[in-house]
């Protein structure tokens, strides 16, 4: 709760000059939903954002320190979140822009999951730059809950778990690749 009040405040902050971030990859069609969701969640963190936030993580804390250095390379993360009351409230089209944008040049999309019987799909895809990183969008839909996160800028697969919990990304367990309930709402 707290680190969600902070964002919330510096993000208000420089509300300005972020109006434009929205349309990163095909997010600004999903503001709608926020109208009809229970929950919404809206993190948009640009370079000098995210250099603001992380003066925020304490250096004494090995956990936040490595958050720290990995967030200093990285352009930008953008998180929305809806949770529904009901089914139907959203539909797939509303998805449709992020995935197109996300079939450019240089993305590929590395897992692809469909769940017949609840309804959920499940999407990660990556853009690399020669043999870097650069790149990762995560779609997750469920019937009641959609959830978007785009990470931009370089980074190591394997520093990715670091982001989980913190600046809006949701933790991902060890054993599986989906996001633990309640993950990424309230930071440490």
Do not use: C
Request: no cysteine; glycine share 12%; aromatic share 6%.
């Amino acid at each position: 709760m707290k680190w969600r009040l902070t964002a919330g405040v510096v993000a208000a902050m420089l509300a300005a000059p972020l109006w434009a971030l929205d349309e990163i990859h095909g997010m600004a069609g999903l503001d709608r939903l926020a109208a009809k969701a229970k929950e919404a969640v809206d993190v948009t963190l640009d370079t000098s954002m995210l250099q603001l936030a992380s003066g925020f993580l304490s250096p004494n804390d090995p956990d936040q320190a490595r958050v720290k250095k990995l967030v200093a390379k990285l352009k930008g993360v953008y998180v929305r979140s809806f949770e529904f009351d009901r089914d139907g409230e959203y539909s797939p089209s509303d998805v449709e822009g992020i995935r197109a944008s996300v079939k450019g040049p240089g993305w590929t999309r590395i897992v692809g999951v469909k769940e017949m019987k609840g309804g959920e799909d499940s999407e990660v895809y990556l853009k690399k730059d020669g043999n870097q990183l650069a790149g990762i969008v995560v779609i997750v839909a469920e019937p009641k809950e959609l959830t978007v996160v785009d990470i931009d800028g370089p980074i190591d697969p394997q520093e990715l778990s670091e982001l989980g919990g913190h600046m809006g990304i949701p933790k991902f367990g060890k054993s599986q690749g989906k996001p633990e309930k309640g993950a990424g709402k309230g930071d440490q």
